[in-house]
Antibody, heavy 118, light 108 residues
Framework: QVQLQESGPGLVKPSETLSLTCTVS????????WHWIRQPPGKRLEWIGY???????IFNPSLKSRVTISADTSNNQFSLTLNSVTAADTAVYYC????????????WGQGTLVIVSS | EILLTQSPGTLSLSPGERATLSCRAS???????IAWYQQKPGQAPRLVIS???GRAAGIPDRFSASGSGTDFTLTITRLEPEDFAVYYC?????????FGQGTKVEIK
């Protein structure tokens, strides 16, 4: 049974960089599609992007200029970095897995709240 | 970007009643590319049903999805206490994937 777990700072200052890691157990990140999705307080879910083949990435155009997703196969992890954050980036961040780019995400991490504040 | 609009915002029903949740897309999508998630407070979304794969593991058969074109529906035939939650639709026909704003199914 695959499990995903997000980790990273819960508080980031405005204009700085948000960095999160998703640790995957019960399956290799060399297969499937690995997503980052966020949910601002009281708002709908927002898809950030995904990584596959441990290096190829696709991003939401609304965030593309500020986002990087990378993979660390030795630790079976993938990571999110979001530059130049503002209060609008405050959200619960989830990592998730889908079997293809056109498939639902059947496995999710529990989510981690990141607050952007000075 | 494909916009998904869900209705109603809140559905107040009693256990045992039927719930019908709507999701309207801003352009035509095949149901293959639509999924529904359930989210309870403080928890991650849980996949309920996907147009391509059907019900997710552990989801009872009182949940069903239908629709075509721009209009899609999630039906829960007889609400159980554990079904009261927020439900989101999602499309993944092409990036960016998008979600609806959610329908809250609450106990009347």
């Amino acid at each position: 049974q695959v499990q995903l777990q997000e980790s990273g700072p819960g508080l980031v200052k405005p204009s700085e960089t948000l960095s999160l890691t998703c640790t995957v157990s019960g399956g290799s990140i060399s297969s499937y599609y690995w997503h980052w999705i966020r949910q601002p307080p009281g708002k709908r879910l927002e898809w950030i992007g995904y990584i596959f083949n441990t290096g190829r990435t696709i991003f939401n155009p609304s965030l593309k200029s500020r986002v990087t997703i990378s993979a660390d196969t030795s630790n079976n992890q993938f990571s999110l970095t979001l530059n130049s954050v503002t209060a609008a980036d405050t959200a619960v961040y989830y990592c998730a897995r889908s079997e293809s780019p056109a498939a639902a995400s059947g496995h999710w991490g529990q989510g981690t709240l990141v607050i952007v504040s000075s | 970007e494909i916009l998904l609009t869900q209705s109603p915002g809140t559905l107040s029903l009693s256990p045992g009643e039927r719930a019908t949740l709507s999701c309207r897309a801003s352009q035509t999508i095949r149901i293959t590319y639509i999924a529904w998630y359930q989210q309870k407070p403080g928890q991650a979304p849980r996949l309920v049903i996907s147009g391509a794969s059907g019900r997710a593991a552990g989801i009872p058969d009182r949940f069903s999805a239908s629709g075509s074109g721009t209009d899609f529906t999630l039906t829960i035939t007889r609400l159980e206490p554990e079904d009261f939650a927020v439900y989101y639709c999602q499309q993944f026909v092409s990036p960016p994937q998008t979600f609806g704003q959610g329908t809250k199914v609450e106990i009347k």
